[in-house]
Structures are given as structure tokens and as C-alpha cells.
């Protein structure tokens, strides 16, 4: 139940095209929901992240949708660039905002790799 | 503003052998995590200190693993003996307070990677 479940485990998109990545959850506690983005030989860094009272939230190219009854939330990365090529993982927090930072619970990361 | 310093960026030994891991986190940042990132899986947390304080080691292996924050600065995480099964990244990230909020961000080191042959 306190697993973060995340797929696809990779990923291959060409230059200019969409990029989406999933993420559900069974803990119906859970309500934050960060994205981490991490290059190869960095730690990871916090892109973007949502709470529940709002099904989508978009910095840029970067868009979380977030389906609360069917416990899902997904990251959409629009006219995908290579320098985006990546890992990214979610991740989900009971508690929302005044929630313990150490109840962050981390997916299992996907292999984004845009192609020129 | 500096990053989070960690040191060494790579070890390699053999099981059984004890190793240690050093994290300097951003100035000023109360609250400082170690994670294990184990190949092809998120981050784990193992543990987490405010200040000098231990909030939560429920998932770090004491019978092996040790951490200390002397000071409320700069922290250590030490193996010994070594498993093979220890093998993995050990990131070290720290943010301004516990609670999550929209500025309070966890900001990670790049991680040393163990190998344990």
C-alpha cells in the first residue's frame, strides 16, 4: 500500500513529440505528488508537483495530470528535446503541504531517451 | 549557492570491508536525509536528521549501517561490514525544514556509488 507503481520502465520518443509517463498509488492517504528528474551522475531534482485539489498543473513543457478516483497521476513532457532525455521518477507524500518530508515515497524511475 | 558536497563520488571493496560516506549540505539547511538508490530502483529513504536530531532511521539496517550529524552540519554514513546487496548509489540530500511545502525543496548531492565485490 505504500508502494508507488511506475511505468514504463523506459522510454524512447523522437525530437518534437510527446512524452508520457505514469504513475498510481493504492494509499489514499497520499496527497503530494512530486516529479524528480535526474541526469546520469546527478542526484535527483524536483521538476514539478501537485497536490489533489487540482487535476492538472503545467510549468512550461512539463504537465502533471492527476486522476484522484482512479489514483493515477501522469507526467506529460510536450515537444520532448533531447536535453530532456533523462530518468524521472514520481513520487508520492501523505500529509500534503505541512506533511513529514520523510514519508516521501519514490517510484521506480523511467528511462526517457529523445531521439534527434 | 552551493550544491550538496558528498565525497567519495566512487568506492569500490570487498564484502565485509567497512566503508564511509561524507555529506556537507547546503548552508543554513536544518534537515539532512541519506537515501540508498539501489540500480533500476527510486530512492529509499534510510535516514533522516533535523539538525543534529534523528527523526526517522526506521529503514536503515543498524545491525551494518551508522549515520551521525555532529554539529548539525556536515554527516557521515557508514557501512560495516559490507554486503553485497549493498551495492547502490548513496545519495545524501538536505532541504530548509521537514514539512513539505512549496519552498521547501529537497535539494540531492550527486550520490557515491558503492560496489561491493
Known amino acids: 500500500q505504500q508502494q508507488v507503481k511506475q511505468s514504463p520502465q523506459s522510454l524512447i520518443v523522437q525530437k518534437g513529440g510527446i512524452s508520457i509517463i505514469n504513475c498510481a498509488y493504492e494509499?489514499?492517504?497520499?496527497?503530494?505528488f512530486p516529479w524528480y528528474q535526474q541526469f546520469p551522475g546527478k542526484g535527483p531534482a524536483l521538476l514539478i508537483a501537485?497536490?489533489?485539489?487540482?487535476s492538472e498543473k503545467k510549468e512550461g513543457r512539463f504537465t502533471i495530470s492527476f486522476n484522484k478516483s482512479a489514483k493515477q497521476f501522469s507526467l506529460h513532457i510536450m515537444d520532448s528535446q533531447p536535453g530532456d532525455s533523462a530518468t524521472y521518477f514520481c513520487?508520492?507524500?501523505?500529509?500534503?503541504?505541512?506533511?513529514?518530508?520523510?514519508?516521501?515515497?519514490f517510484g521506480t524511475g523511467t528511462l526517457l531517451a529523445v531521439q534527434p | 549557492e552551493a550544491g550538496v558536497a558528498q565525497s567519495p563520488r566512487y568506492k569500490i571493496i570487498e564484502k565485509r570491508q567497512s566503508v564511509a560516506f561524507w555529506c556537507n549540505p547546503i548552508s543554513g539547511h536544518a534537515t539532512l536525509y541519506w537515501y540508498q538508490q539501489i540500480l533500476g530502483q527510486g530512492p529509499k529513504l534510510l535516514i533522516q536528521f533535523q539538525n543534529n536530531g534523528v527523526v526517522d532511521d526506521s529503514q536503515l539496517p543498524k545491525d551494518r549501517f551508522s549515520a551521525e550529524r555532529l554539529k548539525g552540519v556536515d554527516s557521515t554514513l557508514k557501512i560495516q561490514p559490507a554486503k553485497l546487496e549493498d551495492s547502490a548509489v548513496y545519495l545524501c540530500?538536505?532541504?530548509?525544514?521537514?514539512?513539505?511545502?512549496?519552498?521547501?525543496?529537497?535539494?540531492f548531492g550527486a550520490g557515491s556509488r558503492l560496489t561491493v565485490l
Open positions: 494509499n489514499t492517504a497520499f496527497d503530494y
Open positions: 513520487a508520492a507524500a501523505p500529509g500534503g503541504y505541512g506533511g513529514a518530508t520523510n514519508k516521501l515515497i
Open positions: 501537485i497536490r489533489p485539489d487540482v
Open positions: 540530500a538536505s532541504s530548509p525544514a521537514g514539512r513539505i511545502s512549496g519552498a521547501n525543496v529537497l535539494t
